[in-house]
T-cell receptor, first 113, second 116 residues
Framework: EPEVTQTPSHQVTQMGQEVILRCVPI?????FYWYRQILGQKVEFLVS????????KSEIFDDQFSVERPDGSNFTLKIRSTKLEDSAMYFC???????????FGSGTQLSVL | AQSVAQPEDQVNVAEGNPLTVKCTYS??????LFWYVQYPNRGLQFLLK??????LVKGSYGFEAEFNKSQTSFHLKKPSALVSDSALYFC??????????????FGAGTRLTVKP
């Protein structure tokens, strides 16, 4: 089965630094998402992306966050100035259309020191 | 916005016994409902979904779920639990009638432990 791939699997950064988390969604999918999970608990919605623009974002997704689809395959999440509370597992997901399930990547564990 | 509630943080059952993991939802229109499972240090894996049609949906690994519109519930069930079913289970919803219906919202998760 096709997979969503995420890199890196682990990212350690200093507070205040910028990080970019990378995702390659499944190639024929149209809808893209970022979620995060803190300490293996609740899965929190960050942002959805469709037709080269953000379609919805949560209150977590403030001005420090941005997403981009720089080419036909990659989907990135940038955190401009990381905070300690940004430490979490970040999951990328994609789906071919709105009624379909989300296909999740295996996640990037971000640790902010 | 759409939301789901999973009232139990933890469910413990003995192997071979039936299991139920509860989920209720809130949407302004009609829901698309999903269950996902997460094993330790892994991403979320799809189990099953309800879009329309038969209220009882069957999914992977012998799991099933029943959509109950009057009770706004979508409980996950399995007739006979296995130790290998022990994992974190998430219910999720999309509101197909919302203007921005792209995002899927997850419940807080229920940790299922099946003891031998």
């Amino acid at each position: 089965e096709p997979e969503v791939t995420q890199t890196p699997s682990h990212q350690v950064t200093q507070m205040g630094q910028e990080v970019i988390l990378r995702c390659v969604p499944i190639s024929n999918h149209l809808y893209f998402y970022w979620y995060r999970q803190i300490l293996g608990q609740k899965v929190e919605f960050l942002v959805s992306f469709y037709n080269n623009e953000i379609s919805e974002k949560s209150e977590i997704f403030d001005d420090q966050f941005s997403v981009e689809r720089p080419d036909g395959s990659n989907f990135t999440l940038k955190i401009r100035s990381t905070k300690l509370e940004d430490s979490a597992m970040y999951f990328c997901a994609s789906s071919p259309y709105v009624s379909e399930k989300l296909f999740f990547g295996s996640g990037t564990q971000l640790s902010v020191l | 916005a759409q939301s789901v509630a999973q009232p139990e943080d933890q469910v413990n059952v003995a192997e071979g016994n039936p299991l139920t993991v509860k989920c209720t939802y809130s949407v302004s229109g009609n829901p698309y409902l999903f269950w996902y499972v997460q094993y330790p240090n892994r991403g979320l894996q799809f189990l099953l979904k309800y879009i329309t049609g038969d209220n009882l949906v069957k999914g992977s690994y012998g799991f099933e779920a029943e959509f109950n519109k009057s009770q706004t519930s979508f409980h996950l069930k399995k007739p006979s639990a296995l130790v290998s079913d022990s994992a974190l289970y998430f219910c999720a919803v999309r509101d197909i009638n919302s203007y921005n219906n792209n995002d899927m919202r997850f419940g807080a998760g229920t940790r299922l432990t099946v003891k031998p």
